[in-house]
């Protein structure tokens, strides 16, 4: 078998009469049959082939087979963006009475779904705040359907042991356990490998890399997958054919973008770890990590986000954002250009003080999404703007 790299390359979509060698635009609701019959076994699932594109597409399908190609996954779906992902690795499987264990540092849209839409429901939910094991065996109930959790967490860059909820994972056979892997992206880390079921990705984030669209996309065994298929196909949070096809040429360089993303975020975590003006910096490869090890374990290497506190609280916080030359403020991550971000005013605003701090959020907290420019540009920026607010 071929390797990464070379297999999300060469993961294409079949070529049409036309022989085209880079894959051509699906824009097209539905497709025909070649006669009743073949219409009649397609529906009939005795013979596969594009019925319409809430279902299936060859653009969305090719996306989809590059992210299994990634992550070793036997079958996957593609949504509209990310939260349609997350919304359906759960819609599908819950039931009145279930119960759901998750990581407490969850995206802020999915800790809504958790603590508003599902007990709307009667799904009740359990948060884990802490890596230990025993901790998240014990959150388990005899009505838990799903475990869920993100590694690296975010802001705090916390992680999470993936071979020891892998283990869990055998010792509760009927629970699923998914992952929202958005930060690490499938080159980063493969939960699979350690015995996830699902693996859920914004794909708006470093799968575009460019911050141009909206996607989603689940992976896992075929079982899971196919259980999920009759949700989307019947409540229609698909993927828009022009998206995949945008998401799929990005794959075809995601590799060579996340090592110039960890390479660069690494630079600027250890210049920064040095500076006076700073009181804390987190990320998951640098020696100072409490969880350094594990992150070596799971990781292949750190990622692009740095989260560090600067000296001052909020009010140096907001002045150090404000000089910032180069680099934007925007709430995206995962973006080719380097984005800050003020979690404690923003993202998690509407969380108690006590809350945040739990998450590792203090008022002087910055979420830097490194991107691909020159480090030396990226770092001088954040020292000019350090050194200005002093
Ligand atoms: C952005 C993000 C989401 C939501 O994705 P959208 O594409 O914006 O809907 C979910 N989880 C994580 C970790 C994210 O960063």
């Not at 071929?2 to 049409?16: C, T």
């Not at 499987?93 to 800790?111: K, Q």
């Not at 999404?369 to 030396?376: A, F, H, R, T, Y």
Request: charged residues 25%; aromatic residues 10%; contains cysteine.
């Amino acid at each position: 078998m071929k390797k990464d790299q070379s297999r999300i390359i060469r993961e294409q979509a079949p070529r049409s009469a036309t022989r085209e060698h880079s894959v051509p635009l699906y824009l097209t609701s539905s497709f025909i049959f070649d006669s009743a019959e073949q219409g009649r076994a397609i529906f009939a699932e005795e013979e596969e082939g594009m019925v319409y594109s809430r279902y299936a597409n060859p653009n969305t399908s090719e996306f989809i087979n590059r992210v299994c190609a990634l992550e070793n996954a036997e079958a996957g779906l593609a949504f509209a963006s990310g939260m349609a992902a997350v919304f359906a690795s759960f819609a599908a499987f819950i039931e009145a009475g279930d119960h759901i264990v998750s990581s407490r540092a969850i995206f802020g849209s999915t800790h809504q779904l958790l603590t508003q839409q599902f007990p709307k429901w009667g799904v009740t939910y359990s948060y884990v705040d802490t890596a230990n094991i025993d901790e998240w065996e014990k959150a388990i109930q005899p009505n838990t359907k799903i475990v869920f959790l993100e590694s690296p967490s975010n802001p705090g860059l916390e992680l999470y042991d993936l071979e020891k909820l892998g283990a869990l994972k055998k010792k509760y056979p009927n629970v699923i356990f998914s992952i929202d892997n958005c930060f690490a992206t499938p080159y980063l880390q493969k939960p699979l490998h350690f015995g996830f079921d699902l693996s859920i990705h914004s794909a708006t984030k470093y799968m575009d890399g460019q911050g141009r669209v909206l996607g989603g996309v689940i992976v896992g065994s075929k079982e899971l997958i196919n259980k999920l298929m009759f949700f989307i196909r019947h409540t229609g949070p698909a993927m828009s054919p022009f998206n995949a096809w945008v998401l799929s040429k990005s794959l075809e360089t995601l590799g060579l973008r996340m090592d110039r993303h960890c390479s660069n975020a690494y630079a600027l975590a250890e210049t920064l770890e040095q500076h006076s003006e700073i009181k804390d910096v987190k990320y998951p490869f640098l020696p100072s990590h409490p969880q350094y090890e594990l992150a070596k374990k799971q990781m292949k290497a750190g990622g692009g986000i740095v989260t560090f506190e600067v000296k001052g609280g909020k009010e140096r916080a907001f002045q150090f954002i404000d000089e910032l030359e180069m680099i934007r403020y925007t709430s995206n991550l995962g973006d080719s250009r380097t984005i800050a971000t003020h979690p404690a005013t923003t993202t998690h605003a509407k969380l108690t003080e006590e809350e945040r701090i739990n998450l590792g959020i203090h008022p002087g907290t910055i979420r830097l999404s490194v991107g691909l420019e020159d480090k030396e540009d990226i770092i001088g920026d954040i020292i000019q703007a350090l050194e200005k607010t002093k």
